[in-house]
């Protein structure tokens, strides 16, 4: 009985490790990505370094006027932005998007997944469908790029050569003030 109890107290624990770091991310809908942030202010620091500029006059608003709100009306922005400078749209796209709040972290996750040490300000990992941005770095041009590099991986049946990956989110980046 007490083996039993121990492989209970530990099981029991183990989930409430779990549970309890899995809840403290928090999850905002866009019609296209789940964006995933796990503070407030990050959250308002992307907001704030989002600058949308003329385009913000162009932007479809959901009527919400929370900082949630107005990222999430961002984002659906930038993505269909994207999706018509590429000309591709593809189907029913959907992907996930972590605000971390600053660049050491994002270097971390791409350190977590694909054990290399990088200088990326921002990545997109295409096996996880999943965007890694920096609050303090969240410009336009490189939301746009990285929503370049969703867009072409979810819109061919083949991945394309990285190096023409890489244009397609240049492209993107390059010509989403247009």
Known sequence: MNRFNSIFAIILFGMLFFFAFNSYAIELESR?????????DDLREFNDELYMGRMKSRMNRSGGDSIEDEVVDKINFIVEKVRRVLDMFPRGLRFSIVIRPNVREVKQDFKRLYHINVNYIAFYSPSKNRVFYSADNANLRVVAHEIGHVVVEN???????????????????SHVTD
């Open 155 to 173: 819109y061919f049946k083949i991945s394309p050569p990285q190096r023409i990956h890489e244009v397609m989110a240049q492209f993107a980046e």
């Open 32 to 40: 296209y990505a789940t964006i995933i942030y796990y503070d407030h």
